[in-house]
RNA sequence: GCCUCAGUAGCUCAGUUGGAUAGAGCAACCGCCUUCUAAGCGGUGGGUCACAGGUUCGAAUCCUGUCUGGGGUACCA
């Protein structure tokens, strides 16, 4: 094993690297892609949760990673505004507003103390249904038609029947109710990621481009032309076992409507074909999937390869799920009347430590989230122990070039340095200005500290390329805590600002160099850097 | 059954292409604020890296098997 001494003169020349980088980690190691990623793409049929909200850090991380890389990304969001869910939802709107005329008075024949719901269930429980009806019953016109709706299925409704023997409504007021809903569940949706800082520039929704667009046909007229279709039982079938699927697949089925798989096939299809605005097309179509959609992959690249595309420009994510622990055991998420939303956690424990928390840990192990522990999480989070190096840092820069008045004597000590001369230090250094960095310290302990913590900074544009090739934002999160830690223990043994101003001067590039690294690592967290804390 | 992810300190988890004495945060204990922010630092205690084989000069890491836990195995989305 090599065991070669890192000189002096290296270490000043990766800081000085570092000062005059635009933007320090930046590297081309991923130049040659232009990638189309696609996560979050939840249903409009509720308000986003935890698991989004592990999709979402690590989708917006691994974006600024990949750019940081060098590569081109565009972060889509695939909006399932089509199928089943949407009908579910619309029908427990539907019951919530039978519920709201109801406890008005306003049923003929029906008792407002009358348990409509008794026995039932609703498919989407949520307190947050209670809303929707309310704003359907407020739009112009819709509760007239519901009173008009509910005459032609009281009898039905009093004598039992069950929300999900369809019909028992009509479908004007189900396409109504759908159109006003989902619009208004995305936008929170969509509010609620721009507010932790989570921008998709493509939203894509599968009801109109897919299905009223014609997509899917002509998706599956192609797969046949191919060969890969076939009727059987009834039913289209895609013969993915031919691509090592265990098992055909369902495309169209019996009742003549289509699978799920038919229209993301179509949607694939279309980000293979689609032409970029400087005329290219993506090379890597990428997707962060759940490890509940596991099984789903093969069938997939099967259907990329059948109609022609190269099935190793498709790659998933695999993230594992997320566990709601509610007084410490494990709660499945979803269909309870009273659920967490990703919402209330961010209200709780704010963006910077959920976004933080959510990517220090590989994708590839299961979250927990404990929810008791959401509260308490805000001071033991790590996050706080980065942005306070970074704190410590600005603090530091203002004390350098600020008079400070002392509080007992009155006397004000003049600043260490001019602003000015900061900058212009900094953009003319050289490595050999650094010298008084490592000739002016006290002790072999200062100087091991030192070294580590600049080759910990040299080490950053590695992290980067480790962490975009192996889609592993963790690894950013661990060397921020990493180089504070350096940080922290340099700060605690050796002063920055001294008498000497030679030494002084050579510290604070030190200091820059780490600021700025400190401060693009969060950035590609999308976690804010504070000045002050 | 098959596919897949995981099992590392009391708890939550890092450990990248195999590399030197296995790390961090939290929790426990002992120190450190007249000096750049103590949301910090130093120290102590705490580990048969699930288990058994194998490959290798060298394994938490690679291979095989076993055990335990999560997820999947739909004409749901």
């Given at each position: 094993y090599l065991n070669f001494k890192i000189t002096d003169a290296l270490l000043s020349e990766a800081l000085t690297g570092i000062i005059h980088a635009?933007?320090?980690?930046?590297?081309?190691?991923?130049?040659?892609q232009r990638i189309l990623l696609e996560y979050?793409?939840?249903?409009?049929?509720g308000p986003l949760h935890i698991g989004h909200g592990r999709w979402a850090a690590l989708g917006d991380s691994l974006v600024r990673i990949l750019r940081h890389s060098g590569a081109v990304v565009t972060p889509e969001f695939y909006i399932n505004d089509f199928g089943f869910q949407m009908e579910k939802l619309a029908l427990s709107v539907w019951w919530r507003a039978v519920e709201l005329l109801k406890q008005e008075g306003?049923?003929?024949?029906?008792?407002?103390?009358?348990?409509?719901?008794?026995?039932r269930e609703l498919p989407y429980p949520g307190e947050f249904v209670i809303e929707l009806a309310q704003a359907y019953l407020q739009e112009a016109g819709q509760r007239q038609a519901m009173l008009e709706d509910w005459a032609s299925v009281q009898e039905a409704v009093l004598q039992g029947?069950?929300?999900?023997?369809?019909?028992?409504?009509?479908e004007r007021i189900k396409q109504r109710i759908i159109e006003l809903v989902a619009p208004r569940i995305l936008a929170d949706q969509r509010q609620l990621l721009e507010d932790i800082h989570v921008h998709f520039e493509v939203w894509t929704s599968e009801k109109k481009a897919l299905h009223e667009s014609g997509a899917v046909e002509r998706t599956l007229k192609q797969l046949a032309d191919n060969g890969f279709t076939y009727e059987s039982e009834g039913a289209l079938w895609f013969r993915s076992s031919e691509f090592g699927d265990e098992k055909d697949r369902v495309l169209r089925k019996t009742d003549g409507s289509y699978t799920y798989l038919t229209a993301d096939i179509a949607y694939h299809d279309e980000k293979f074909s689609r032409v970029r605005e400087d005329g290219t097309r993506y090379n890597r179509i990428m997707n962060i999937w759940g490890a509940?959609?596991?099984?789903?992959i093969p069938r997939m690249r099967g259907a990329i390869q059948a109609l022609g595309?190269?099935?190793?420009q498709f790659e998933v994510v695999l993230g594992q799920l997320v566990n709601l622990l509610v007084d410490g055991e494990r709660s499945r998420m979803g269909?309870?009347?009273k659920m967490l939303t990703l919402r209330d956690v961010v209200d709780e424990v704010g963006v910077d430590a959920t976004r933080f928390w959510m990517v220090?840990?590989?994708?590839?192990s299961a979250l927990d989230f404990d929810v008791d522990l959401a509260a308490s999480a805000t001071s033991e989070n790590p996050v706080f122990y980065v942005q306070y190096a970074h704190a410590r840092c600005c603090s530091i820069f203002r004390n350098a070039v600020e008079p400070s008045p002392n509080v007992d004597t009155g006397e004000v000590t003049p600043p260490y340095l001019q602003v000015e001369e900061l900058d212009k230090l900094a953009r003319s250094?050289?490595?050999?200005?650094?010298a008084p960095l490592f000739n002016a310290l006290e002790s072999d302990k200062e100087k091991a500290v030192l070294k580590t913590l600049i080759l910990h900074l040299d080490s950053f544009e590695d992290t980067v390329a480790d962490a975009a090739r192996l889609r592993a934002p963790h690894f950013i999160a661990q060397y921020a805590m990493d180089v504070a830690a350096n940080f922290h223990s340099f700060y605690n043994v050796c002063?920055?600002?001294?008498?000497?101003p030679e030494v002084t001067k050579a510290r604070l590039m030190l200091i820059l160099a780490l600021r700025k690294t400190l401060a693009q690592a969060l950035d590609l967290l999308g976690v804010s850097a504070p000045e002050r804390m």
């Open positions: 635009e933007a320090p980690g930046k590297n081309n190691s991923q130049a040659d979050v793409s939840a249903n409009p049929t306003a049923l003929p024949g029906v008792s407002p103390d009358a348990d409509l719901l008794a026995g029947g069950e929300p999900s023997s369809l019909p028992i409504w009509s509940d959609h596991h099984g789903y595309h190269d099935p190793n269909k309870r009347r220090s840990k590989s994708a590839d250094l050289t490595p050999s200005a650094l002063r920055i600002l001294t008498p000497d």
